[in-house]
């Protein structure tokens, strides 16, 4: 069951969550086409591109699963993802079109880039963490900026992260430590960036 929680809320899903969710209440009229044009990029450059990476570096011996186990093993993609990243943020989604996706994805890239300079220190933060606080600080965003009601998706986020969090500690794949400082580093640049665009 823990380690299911770990797959279903993996945090390579998270960005795609943040997308669909946003897409899906917006009050604001976004044609069809856009969408689908912002979304399959997306899915391909966050989603497909990330998993193929990690198959690469497994086959040629840089990281021994998917689970990244060790602070080594996680640098090359999260790099990997940084530029995966700013590729969406200088390409794909634009403030002029869409700011708060745009933020969003910046608070993404700084909680990526404070993960990585972690995993130098030699301390694993936690990944899942970091990316569920993310999406529940976008979710509380979104909710002031566009006034609407959406404490039953927040309220499901926090569940979520206290499932996510207690899977992780009994997985015994973290420490409580490493499971704060990822919610921590998953808010914070959400928290800065949120002002920029309410």
Do not use: D
């Not at 899903?13 to 044609?31: A, T």
């Amino acid at each position: 069951m823990q380690k299911s929680i770990s797959y279903i809320f993996h945090p390579i899903f998270m960005p795609l969550i943040g997308v669909l969710f946003y897409f899906s209440k917006s009050p604001r009229f976004i044609p069809l086409p856009l969408v689908q044009s912002k979304l399959v990029p997306i899915i391909i450059l966050t989603l497909i591109l990330p998993i193929l990476v990690n198959v690469l570096l497994k086959a040629i011996g840089k990281v021994e699963s998917i689970e990244l186990k060790t602070t080594e093993e996680r640098i090359i993609p999260l790099i990997v993802y940084c530029i995966i990243l700013l590729i969406v943020i200088k390409r794909i989604i634009t403030p002029f079109e869409f700011i708060e996706l745009y933020y969003f994805f910046l608070g993404v890239f700084g909680s990526t880039l404070a993960s990585i300079v972690l995993n130098m220190l030699n301390f694993k933060v936690s990944i899942h963490m970091l990316a569920i606080s993310g999406i529940l600080m976008f979710f509380i965003g979104l909710s002031v900026h566009f006034g609407i009601n959406i404490l039953g998706s927040i309220a499901l986020v926090f569940l979520i992260m206290g499932a996510v969090a207690t899977s992780r500690l009994s997985l015994k794949a973290h420490n409580a430590n490493e499971v704060f400082m990822g919610c921590l580093i998953g808010i914070a640049p959400q928290l800065m960036l949120i002002p920029r665009w309410l």
